[in-house]
């Protein structure tokens, strides 16, 4: 896990103190939150991704066995866990906000459109629902899921497992997701992976 002190305003972070944004990247995700006991955000990576999942725990097998998706939410609580240790406040976050290509393509998935609004709430339920459907789906039948881009057709299950881990290990009902497209790079030398 990096922490990164940043002072810089970032468009796609929940502005609401001891709350979270997540970017998900292909083979890390980034979890920026403020702490009421130190000044400024604080970044956390953990290096787990869409793709890191797919080609580590999936071992590209698609769709996934019912004991590599139980490993995956397993790998992201775990992660989410060292990064409560480190920041507790991370674990009494009242809202959230994911963002990046990934999460924005869980939305699509979700509303069953590729026209998403700039922000749009989506509750557990609903992603719980989507992760059900397209777990049990072929690729050549997922592809039919309104909303899902060719490009996110091998990694939206990840996605669901990464999203659905942190707002089970949060007890979050319900997230913000953002329009928000990102460069995919690897953390920054000063944050902290864990």
Known sequence: MNADASSDVNPRVNPDAGDLTVTIHDRHTDLEATDPSLPGRRTYAIPIGPLSLVDDVFE???????????NALGIVHDHLD???IEAPAVAATASIVFAGHHARSLAQVEIGSIDLPAACRLDRAGID???RTIVAESPAERRHNP?????????????????LAIMRRLALHDAEFHDAVLTDTAPDA???VI
């Not at 590209?60 to 139980?70: E, G, I, K, Q």
């Open 60 to 70: 590209r097998r698609d769709p996934p066995t019912t004991a590599a998706l139980t």
């Open 82 to 84: 060292d990064v409560v």
């Open 129 to 131: 629902e989507v992760f």
């Open 147 to 163: 909303g899902l881009d060719d490009a996110h057709l091998d990694t939206i299950v990840a996605t669901c497992c990464i999203v």
């Open 190 to 192: 000063d944050e902290k």
